[in-house]
């Protein structure tokens, strides 16, 4: 069993950082490819970047390569989303997501996940 508690959220102007932290428990974490989702109001969650077990493999939806990236650290159950260059429809829920469906590999779709934290609030102003 894996618990995800997100943290790091809050609000930043147009152009600030973020990082987020999503802190696991449980022994199997470092097993687990690990993403980052988001949801904006009246929107349906979406990919935002994943990260393989090892942290070598990561993957970036589009509109945020460059700006994002997602790191993990294993001997202390982590995982971080560094956001740069943050825009106003950054703004979002963002959620932690752990899979131990799709063995080495992580997904852009968030059905194989089936650890969720409860997600922390990103807003950037303009």
């Known amino acids: 069993q894996v618990q995800l508690v997100e943290s790091g959220g809050g609000l930043v102007q147009a152009g600030g950082s973020l990082r987020l932290s999503c802190a696991a428990s449980?022994?199997?974490?470092?097993?687990?490819?690990m993403g980052w989702f988001r949801q904006a109001p009246g929107k349906e969650r979406e990919f935002v970047a994943a990260?393989?077990?090892?942290?070598?493999?990561?993957g970036y939806t589009e509109s945020v390569k460059g700006r994002f990236t997602i790191s993990r650290d294993n001997a202390k159950n982590t995982v971080f989303l560094q956001m740069n260059s943050l825009k106003p429809e950054d703004t979002a829920v963002y959620y932690c997501a752990a899979t131990s469906r799709t063995g080495a590999t992580w997904s852009r779709d968030s059905a194989p996940y089936n650890y969720w934290g409860q997600g922390t609030q990103v807003t950037v102003s303009s």
């Open positions: 990260i393989g077990w090892s942290g070598v493999s990561t």
């Open positions: 449980g022994r199997t974490f470092r097993n687990y490819p």
